[in-house]
């Protein structure tokens, strides 16, 4: 996915990572990217029908556009909703 994520970087238009692997998206550099601490895969964004916390998660992708970011860096978020 980070491949995809640069190819999309490179036409100009900004990205964020949600990723549950850290550790193995870590090693590809993502320009931005957030982890979600503590959800299981399968439920990048919240558990099904969990509009709340699926708001929440997006606000926060969203939020790491406006973000000065060192490449690599991938900004832990806890969701209590979740």
Do not use: N
């Not at 996915?1 to 490179?10: F, G, K, L, P, T």
């Not at 550099?29 to 982890?35: C, F, G, S, W």
């Not at 979600?36 to 916390?53: C, I, M, Y």
């Amino acid at each position: 996915m980070v491949a995809v994520q640069r190819a999309i970087e490179m036409s100009g238009i900004p990205t964020v990572l949600v990723t549950l692997d850290k550790e193995q998206s870590g090693l590809m550099r993502p320009p931005r990217a957030i982890h979600p601490v503590g959800f299981k895969f399968g439920h990048s964004l919240g558990k099904p029908d969990d509009a709340e916390t699926q708001k929440a998660v997006i606000k926060a992708a969203l939020e790491q556009l406006t973000l000065k970011q060192e490449p690599g860096h991938i900004h832990d978020k806890e969701f209590p909703t979740y």
